[in-house]
């Protein structure tokens, strides 16, 4: 089992600037992708980023340009930058890894609110 824990969360101001981490822990897996993903009051949850091993990234239009996804294999942990951010990025984020080994699943971490005032 992977478990996820996220941080890095907060309150900021628009064009403020906010990194969240995602740390993966347990024994003996492989994750082949890891993705951000948000959810605001009333809305579906949305990809903002991914990333894999390789260092293939992946953005969400509404956040290319201003967020960054990366990925350090040594720590097993994810990271979204997000610069100039706007009220409308205001959500609950949550990591996802998709995992290979030692079965094919995938795992959420339990969401860090972000909030961006005007």
């Known amino acids: 089992q992977v478990q996820l824990v996220e941080s890095g969360g907060g309150l900021v101001q628009a064009g403020g600037s906010l990194r969240l981490s995602c740390a993966a822990a347990?024994?003996?897996?492989?994750?082949?992708?890891m993705g951000w993903f948000r959810q605001a009051p009333g809305n579906q949850r949305e990809l903002v980023a991914t990333v894999t091993p390789a260092g293939t990234t992946n953005y969400a239009s509404s956040v290319r340009g201003r967020f960054t996804i990366s990925w350090d294999n040594g720590k097993n942990t994810a990271y979204l930058q997000m610069n100039s951010l706007k009220p409308e990025d205001t959500a609950v984020y949550y990591c996802r890894a998709t995992i290979t080994r030692p079965r094919v699943n995938m795992s959420w971490g339990q969401g860090t609110q972000v909030t961006v005032s005007s």
């Open positions: 347990g024994r003996d897996f492989t994750i082949s992708a």
